[in-house]
């Protein structure tokens, strides 16, 4: 019977729990995990009282020793249920996790996290949901601690208004904790895809948190973790001596209420481009033709004095004046058209 299964272990995949499983494939795509192991639910099933039995804790401590880089190195304890940090179901909040934990006091915690599996709160959440209720405790991390400097959460896409296309930082000194609790304000970055800051508040402006390239590390760690997940995802990460590192990885669960308000519909056509474009492009010559295309707009803009600062702001519209479809190019008239009202006297015409 498996007790303990190491980072690299591909089993998590299978017996570990949905937040395990995001960080067995954050670390397989190399980004920075700081290295962990999980204790599996045979380990519960194999102790005779909700306390771990002594070859449960002699695996534990076994694990330990793989582990640590010092004798004082802490460690967080925290909950790895199947169905948490899940597209439907996140549990944020409801299973108990344990931070600074010692060496010795692990099997304690580790206690404790089985027995938030069967709390009322935990049982009523799966009841209003209407999850399973039958499994038995989940599995546990012990992952060593980052003595964060600056530590905070991280959503790929704005939670708030829908924007797939805005990173939302907010971050405080030291550990995360007293963020996620409420019990602390929190500086808050909004950075774009491209990693342009588009704001930034602060609770001390003479001290921020984050410097600029910290908070554009994070936006793209954040966006490097929705690629590999597929979907926007919320991160909690941390710096310790400027090494950035990824503490967990789960989906927006509540994105899928909010539409993109940045998303419009985006009308292709040939009719015009075709004559230049005829047959299949390949991708090189639309790379060029692309570049070509925005470059060309834009300086038309300048020539018709269009504001430099307006001009910056549109970046994105100059680079999708094309696209490419099934190897053919098409117009992207959405951006036609928003070039068309840069122009002076577009309003004035429009009336």
Same mark, same amino acid.
């Given at each position: 019977m498996t007790f303990v299964l190491h980072c690299h272990d591909p089993h998590t @995949?299978?017996?570990?729990?949905?937040?395990?499983?995001?960080?067995?494939?954050?670390? %397989?795509?190399? @980004?920075?995990?700081?290295?962990? *192991?999980?204790?599996?639910?045979? !380990?519960?099933e194999a102790s005779t009282s909700v306390?771990?039995?002594?070859?449960?804790?002699?695996?534990?401590? %076994? !694990?330990?020793?793989?582990?640590?880089?010092?004798?004082?190195?802490?460690?967080?304890?925290?909950?790895?249920?199947?169905?948490? +940090? $899940? *597209?439907?179901?996140?549990?944020? $909040?409801?299973?108990?996790?344990?931070? %600074?934990?010692?060496?010795?006091?692990?099997?304690?915690?580790v206690t404790d996290v089985w027995q938030s599996s069967f709390s009322e709160r935990v049982m009523s959440y799966r009841q209003e949901r209407a999850v399973d209720s039958s499994s038995s405790a989940s599995a546990v991390i012990v992952q060593r601690m980052v003595d964060a400097d600056s530590a905070g959460v991280a959503f790929s896409a704005d939670p708030v208004s829908g924007r797939r296309g805005v990173t939302v930082i907010s971050c405080i000194r030291g550990l995360g904790e007293a963020l996620v609790s409420g019990e602390t304000d929190a500086d808050t970055w909004e950075i774009d895809r491209f990693g342009r800051i588009l704001s930034c508040t602060l609770t001390d402006p003479e001290t921020p948190v984050l410097t600029p390239n910290e908070a554009k590390a994070v936006a793209a760690l954040a966006r490097r973790s929705q690629i590999i997940f597929g979907s926007?995802? +919320?991160?909690?990460?941390?710096?310790?001596? $400027?090494?950035?590192?990824?503490?967990?990885?789960r989906p927006i669960t509540t994105l899928h209420n909010l539409s993109d308000p940045d998303g419009l519909v985006r009308v292709w056509d040939n009719s015009n481009i075709a004559e230049s474009y005829g047959g299949v492009t390949s991708p090189l010559t639309y790379t060029f033709a692309r570049r070509a295309y925005e470059e060309v707009y834009r300086q038309f803009c300048v020539l018709m004095r269009v504001p430099s600062s307006v001009i910056g702001a549109h970046a994105d519209t100059f680079r999708c004046m094309i696209g490419l479809l099934r190897g053919r190019v098409y117009y992207n008239l959405v951006s036609w058209h928003k070039v068309l009202a840069l122009l002076p006297g577009y309003k004035m015409n429009r009336e």
């Amino acid at each position: 019977m498996t007790f303990v299964l190491h980072c690299h272990d591909p089993h998590t @995949l299978e017996t570990s729990g949905g937040k395990a499983f995001a960080l067995y494939r954050a670390l %397989n795509a190399e @980004l920075p995990v700081p290295p962990w *192991f999980t204790l599996t639910p045979s !380990a519960y099933e194999a102790s005779t009282s909700v306390a771990p039995s002594e070859e449960v804790q002699s695996a534990i401590a %076994n !694990a330990i020793d793989n582990l640590r880089n010092d004798v004082d190195d802490r460690y967080a304890v925290r909950s790895s249920a199947c169905d948490e +940090d $899940g *597209f439907q179901y996140s549990f944020a $909040g409801q299973l108990e996790s344990y931070l %600074n934990v010692t060496a010795d006091e692990v099997p304690a915690r580790v206690t404790d996290v089985w027995q938030s599996s069967f709390s009322e709160r935990v049982m009523s959440y799966r009841q209003e949901r209407a999850v399973d209720s039958s499994s038995s405790a989940s599995a546990v991390i012990v992952q060593r601690m980052v003595d964060a400097d600056s530590a905070g959460v991280a959503f790929s896409a704005d939670p708030v208004s829908g924007r797939r296309g805005v990173t939302v930082i907010s971050c405080i000194r030291g550990l995360g904790e007293a963020l996620v609790s409420g019990e602390t304000d929190a500086d808050t970055w909004e950075i774009d895809r491209f990693g342009r800051i588009l704001s930034c508040t602060l609770t001390d402006p003479e001290t921020p948190v984050l410097t600029p390239n910290e908070a554009k590390a994070v936006a793209a760690l954040a966006r490097r973790s929705q690629i590999i997940f597929g979907s926007p995802q +919320d991160i909690e990460w941390a710096i310790e001596d $400027g090494r950035l590192w990824l503490l967990q990885s789960r989906p927006i669960t509540t994105l899928h209420n909010l539409s993109d308000p940045d998303g419009l519909v985006r009308v292709w056509d040939n009719s015009n481009i075709a004559e230049s474009y005829g047959g299949v492009t390949s991708p090189l010559t639309y790379t060029f033709a692309r570049r070509a295309y925005e470059e060309v707009y834009r300086q038309f803009c300048v020539l018709m004095r269009v504001p430099s600062s307006v001009i910056g702001a549109h970046a994105d519209t100059f680079r999708c004046m094309i696209g490419l479809l099934r190897g053919r190019v098409y117009y992207n008239l959405v951006s036609w058209h928003k070039v068309l009202a840069l122009l002076p006297g577009y309003k004035m015409n429009r009336e």
